[in-house]
């Protein structure tokens, strides 16, 4: 009798349930703010675009998106915003990688200060980092007076071109690409990258065969984040980006509010939406793929 007591007083089949239930209170706020606030919006606005009003009452029909799609202008946007988020995913991942190596290897106090400036843009606001650059870069501004005075012509400038925006978003998401890849550098031990210089290996063949092999994955991660964020970025676009064609996050807002056409401004976002499901899936995927080979 004495033994059978034992396994409820210290966590039997009731307590494991209890603590089950637990469990489930805990998560039911958090996963019913998700399914209130992002599921039901997205599943509100695909079925609104799908079942509309017309002269016979709620009918289904797929016009707003064959309009999207056969309209040049629309096209264009979503091509502008596919190639800005495919480039900055690249120069990122260009700039980034080399500052993640030096911080991750170097030892040198002025590794220090390189890594603050890298982590700095991460304190500054969208609106404050997009001032800031055209008054740099702009027409009239820092970078012209000092061409001006050292009696060089001006150069073109970036602003309003769609150039703006990829120096603003490569910018901006620096310090999280040096994060992620810098945090995936710290898996691969000093002593694999001593014994390849031991052999003979020079820093390239360091990097090709013992680095980029043990940091693939932190790669696909990192890449799939910023692009997630950079192809619904809305505040650098907006404000750096031209008038026409533009990226989808100020093309949502002027078909909104400019042309008082909610119906083409909700076909738009769930456009976005699928994109941004697909880049979303590729990094459930590049997670997954990093915790199995974690475990192995």
């Excluded at 009696?151 to 603003?168: A, C, N, R």
């Excluded at 978003?169 to 390849?196: H, K, Q, R, Y």
């Amino acid at each position: 009798m004495a033994d059978t007591a034992i396994p409820s007083a210290i966590g039997g089949s009731e307590p494991a349930i209890g603590r089950g239930l637990k469990g489930l209170l805990l998560v039911a706020i958090p996963v019913f703010l998700v399914g209130w606030l992002i599921i039901y919006p997205i599943i509100a606005a695909i079925l609104s675009t799908l079942f509309v009003d017309g002269p016979q009452g709620v009918h289904f029909s797929t016009a707003s998106y064959q309009f999207f799609f056969s309209d040049p202008y629309s096209r264009a946007n979503l091509a502008l915003t596919l190639w800005t988020t495919g480039l900055c995913a690249v120069l990122l991942l260009l700039v980034g990688l080399p500052i993640a190596l030096y911080l991750r290897f170097s030892t040198s106090r002025f590794a220090d200060l390189v890594q603050s400036l890298a982590i700095f843009p991460m304190f500054v606001p969208s609106i404050i980092l997009s001032y800031a650059l055209i008054r740099t870069i702009g027409p009239n501004g820092t970078l012209d007076i000092l061409l001006n005075a050292i009696g060089l012509p001006k150069i073109p400038s970036p602003y309003l071109t769609p150039w703006g925006p990829v120096i603003g978003l490569v910018w901006d998401n620096l310090p999280l690409t040096v994060l992620m890849l810098t945090a995936g550098l710290g898996s691969i031990s000093n002593s694999a990258v001593e014994a390849a210089r031991d052999v003979g290996a020079g820093p390239i063949r360091v990097f090709w065969h013992i680095i980029l092999p043990r940091m693939g994955n932190s790669i696909l991660v990192t890449i799939s984040f910023t692009v997630l964020g950079i192809f619904s970025s809305f505040t650098l676009p907006y404000v750096l980006g031209p008038a026409s064609p533009e990226m989808m996050g100020p093309f949502m807002l002027r078909t909104f509010n400019d042309l008082y056409d909610p119906l083409n401004a909700k076909t738009q976002a769930v456009i976005s939406f699928v994109f941004c499901l697909f880049f979303g899936l590729f990094y459930v995927w590049s997670i997954a793929r990093n915790q199995r080979s974690q475990t192995r």
